[in-house]
């Protein structure tokens, strides 16, 4: 149990330092965190204790309480927690996060396809909304709702599934897109260049837009690690 806790711990650690959760933003309830990573209540509590006793979190109570990512430093504290982290996990990614892209690139092809005006001024809002967002915890839930949006198009409740677990392993299982700030700007051409593929209807700029696009959270973690 206790090297699960400290495990677990660890990966919290670099999901934060990696930039998928920001100082301030609430971490998913314990419940949650258990069935993500798939282990117990218990090893859950006993991670974010090992945190909370290194100051890393904090908890509130009432009504807009909860489990929080300090305000601190994490690149200076924790660079060598998830340089350990990410040293195991990025070999494992490599070869998925091919996958994942020609996936991607499947649904954004299908969603230039199959695009309705009404969907399409919906996708332009969405993206707007990036542009103008006005913190990293806002941006990393408008790429959520843009991508959402996406594979909403292209019409198919398989894909749709596929998309959701493919999310939750490219995220160290936290379902969290990493968005560190000096990532952003790279994410907002991106994202206009898939946006503007699919509502102008064009297939394979889609499929090309997506596929170069979903490699952004594995070059965050390889940046996060040194590696290029």
């Known amino acids: ?18 930039g998928a959760y920001s100082p301030g933003d609430r971490l998913p309830p314990e419940r949650d965190l258990a069935v993500l990573q798939g282990v117990s209540r218990v090893t ?10 290194r100051g890393l979190i904090v908890s509130r109570r009432g009504r807009d ?7 601190i430093d994490w690149d200076s504290t924790l660079t060598d927690v998830a340089r350990r982290t990410l040293a195991d996990e990025l070999p ?10 020609l996936i991607e690139g499947l649904v954004a092809r299908t ?11 919906q996708l332009r809002a969405l993206l707007n909304e990036f542009r103008h967002a006005d913190s990293l915890s806002t941006a990393r839930e408008l ?36 968005y560190p ?3 952003l700007d790279r994410a907002t051409a991106e994202h206009t260049r898939l946006v503007d593929a699919i509502v102008a209807g064009e297939a394979e700029g889609a499929f090309r837009a997506a596929h170069d696009h979903f490699r952004l959270t594995l070059d965050i973690m390889a940046g996060k690690l040194g590696t290029p």
């Open 1 to 18: 149990m206790s090297t699960v806790r400290h495990e677990l711990a660890d990966r919290i650690i670099t999901a934060i330092a990696v």
């Open 181 to 183: 700030p000096d990532y």
């Open 44 to 53: 859950v509590r006993e991670a974010l204790k090992l945190l909370a006793e």
């Open 92 to 101: 494992k990614l490599t070869e998925f996060f091919e996958y994942r892209c």
């Open 65 to 71: 309480g909860g489990t929080f990512v300090a305000p």
């Open 111 to 121: 969603a230039a396809e199959r695009r309705t005006g009404q969907q399409a001024d």
């Open 143 to 178: 790429d959520r709702q843009l991508h959402a949006q996406v594979t909403a198009m292209a019409g198919n409740a398989n894909l749709t599934a596929l998309c959701d677990q493919l999310n939750a392993r490219a995220t160290l299982g936290f379902n969290s897109e990493p």
